[in-house]
Nanobody, 115 residues
Framework: QVQLVESGGGLVQPGGSLSVSCSAS????????MGWYRQCPGKERELVAT???????DYAEFAKGRFIISRNNADNTVRLQMGSLKPEDTAVYYC?????????WGQGTQVTVSS
């Protein structure tokens, strides 16, 4: 069973930066892609960013220019660096891993942007 464990969430002021990380229980080369979703209060879960096995990245419009997704194959982690954070970025951020038709989810980590 694939396990994904997020870390790094917390409270940050508007305009600040925060990184969240996802540690996978197996070699991330096994997955077609990894990424991050988020669920803002009262809203549907939405895609934030993905990175495929070849390193190609894709971002939601709201994330472009502010967020960076990266992967570290040596320690099987995926990281999301977030900058210029806004109160509307407040959400639970979920790590995902895709393998063929399966998508695995982490438990999520809370990010709160507030002064």
């Amino acid at each position: 069973q694939v396990q994904l464990v997020e870390s790094g969430g917390g409270l940050v002021q508007p305009g600040g930066s925060l990184s969240v990380s996802c540690s996978a229980s197996e070699n991330i080369f096994n997955f077609n892609a990894m990424g991050w979703y988020r669920q803002c209060p009262g809203k549907e879960r939405e895609l934030v960013a993905t990175i495929n096995v070849g390193g190609k990245t894709d971002y939601a419009e709201f994330a472009k220019g502010r967020f960076i997704i990266s992967r570290n194959n040596a320690d099987n982690t995926v990281r999301l660096q977030m900058g210029s954070l806004k109160p509307e970025d407040t959400a639970v951020y979920y790590c995902i891993a895709r393998l063929l038709r399966n998508t695995y989810w982490g438990q999520g980590t809370q990010v709160t942007v507030s002064s």
